[in-house]
T-cell receptor
Framework: AQSVTQLGSHVSVSEGALVLLRCNYS??????LFWYVQYPNQGLQLLLK??????LVKGINGFEAEFKKSETSFHLTKPSAHMSDAAEYFC?????????????FGSGTRLQVQP | DTAVSQTPKYLVTQMGNDKSIKCEQN?????MYWYKQDSKKFLKIMFS???????INETVPNRFSPKSPDKAHLNLHINSLELGDSAVYFC?????????FGPGTRLTVL
């Protein structure tokens, strides 16, 4: 069974500061990895995903994440936070070897950006 | 054009009632999902259909019944609604690796 742990349910940064949201997963086989963002009262939007190849993946809105197999991590970063980044962020995984591909989500991290 | 749409967006109802939520995708995907997001924002898979065939049925009360009339539609019917069913329900569709989510339906059971 897969599981996802997001350290820190709330993260607060100043505008212009580095954003680091942590995600660790547990899976018998390295899964597909995703970061989704949810703005208030909206659906989920894919920020980026890792499937294969280069372990540093770039996404939308200046976000990137690095897959580290040895650490079973997929942390999300952005060099400079913007007020518009304030939202809920979810790390998720899905199985590689089945047709099911249901997403298993972490518990989410609320990012606050202070002016 | 909306890729994955859900109706209604908000649903307020009394305990014991039966209600349905509809989902439609115009992406041509074969696989669709229902997820539930509870009051603490936790998201969990409920069901999945692949080309009208049920492929995932998690530990969901049998008061919940998904129906897929065709591969572009996946509806969720809920019987005898309970207070604990209050949540946001998201539909998603998938081609390949990525899932595309609908805007969600906020269900409030009074």
């Amino acid at each position: 069974a897969q599981s996802v742990t997001q350290l820190g349910s709330h993260v607060s940064v100043s505008e212009g500061a580095l954003v680091l949201l942590r995600c660790n997963y547990s899976s018998s086989v390295p899964p597909y990895l995703f970061w989704y963002v949810q703005y208030p009262n909206q659906g989920l939007q894919l920020l980026l995903k890792y499937t294969t190849g280069a372990t540093l993946v770039k996404g939308i809105n200046g976000f990137e994440a690095e897959f580290k197999k040895s650490e079973t991590s997929f942390h999300l970063t952005k060099p400079s936070a913007h007020m518009s980044d304030a939202a809920e962020y979810f790390c998720a995984v899905s199985e590689r070897n089945t047709g099911r591909r249901a997403l298993t989500f972490g518990s989410g991290t609320r990012l606050q950006v202070q002016p | 054009d909306t890729a994955v749409s859900q109706t209604p967006k908000y649903l307020v109802t009394q305990m014991g009632n039966d209600k349905s939520i509809k989902c439609e995708q115009n992406l041509g995907h074969d696989t669709m999902y229902w997820y539930k997001q509870d009051s603490k924002k936790f998201l969990k898979i409920m069901f999945s259909y692949n080309n009208k065939e049920l492929i995932i049925n998690e530990t969901v009360p049998n008061r919940f019944s998904p129906k897929s009339p065709d591969k572009a539609h996946l509806n969720l019917h809920i019987n005898s609604l309970e207070l604990g069913d209050s949540a946001v329900y998201f539909c998603a569709s998938r081609a390949g690796v990525e899932q595309f989510f609908g805007p969600g339906t906020r269900l409030t059971v009074l």
